[in-house]
């Protein structure tokens, strides 16, 4: 069966600190990648997703970027963290092909900027 | 790009009550019509789906319908429980990426 990794599972950085969150999907190969962010009490907001190695989309410009450095890992980047960078990181995958459309969530990284 | 709208934004219903959440979505061409229970501190869990040939699935007390022609979808939850409590997310799905409606908050009343 496949499971996801997300690491760490909380994070306290300052303002202006780097940011490296990873991703790892087991059991599965070629997976569509995804990293969303869910400010407090709010919605889901996709930020980059990825249909293969080395291939990023980006839905939202920001300070963030993303990398897909192997088959089954995704990895959110950060030069300078700001205060609205702040909230609940949630990586997910779905299978290539027909299996495509049901995605599956991490189990999130908390990060508080302050 | 798709957009998907989602009401109520919040919902209270007493044990036992039936809950309806509702959403629209923008895209003829989406396809693909999951929802998601997210509880409080955890992650969003796919709780049931339904593809664009299919009209209604149901799953024990939980069921979706779906009218292509007037581009929206529905979530009934019957008999609730206290564990129904959580936050209910729909999307859509088009061009490999998910549009999350905004949620709607379901608190379940002993």
């Known amino acids: 069966s496949q499971t996801i990794h997300q690491w760490p599972a909380t994070l306290v950085q300052p303002v202006g600190s780097p940011l490296s969150l990873e991703c790892t999907v087991e059991?599965?190969?070629?997976?569509?990648l995804y990293w969303y962010r869910q400010a407090a009490g709010r919605g889901l907001q996709l930020l980059f997703y990825s249909v293969g190695i080395g291939q990023i989309s980006s839905e939202v410009p920001q300070n963030l970027s993303a990398s897909r450095p192997q088959d089954r890992q995704f990895i959110l980047s950060s030069k300078k963290l700001l205060l609205s960078d702040s909230g609940f990181y949630l990586c997910?995958?779905?299978?290539?092909?027909?299996?495509?459309?049901?995605?599956?969530f991490g189990p999130g990284t908390r990060l508080t900027v302050t | 790009g798709e957009n998907v709208e989602q009401h109520p934004s919040t919902l209270s219903v007493q044990e036992g009550d039936s809950a309806v959440i509702k959403c629209t979505y923008s895209d003829s061409a989406s396809n693909y019509f999951p929802w998601y229970k997210q509880e409080l501190g955890k992650r969003p869990q796919l709780i049931i789906d339904?593809?664009?040939?299919?009209g209604e699935k149901k799953d024990q007390r939980i069921a979706v319908t779906l009218n292509k022609t007037a581009k929206h979808f529905s979530l009934h939850i019957t008999e609730t429980q206290p564990e129904d409590s959580a936050v209910y997310f729909c999307?859509?799905?088009?061009?490999?990426?998910?549009?999350f409606g905004a949620g709607t908050t379901v608190t379940v009343r002993a």
């Open positions: 997910a995958w779905s299978g290539g092909g027909a299996s495509a459309y049901e995605q599956y």
């Open positions: 339904i593809r664009s040939n299919v």
């Open positions: 999307a859509a799905y088009g061009d490999y990426k998910l549009s």
């Open positions: 059991g599965t190969s070629n997976p569509n």
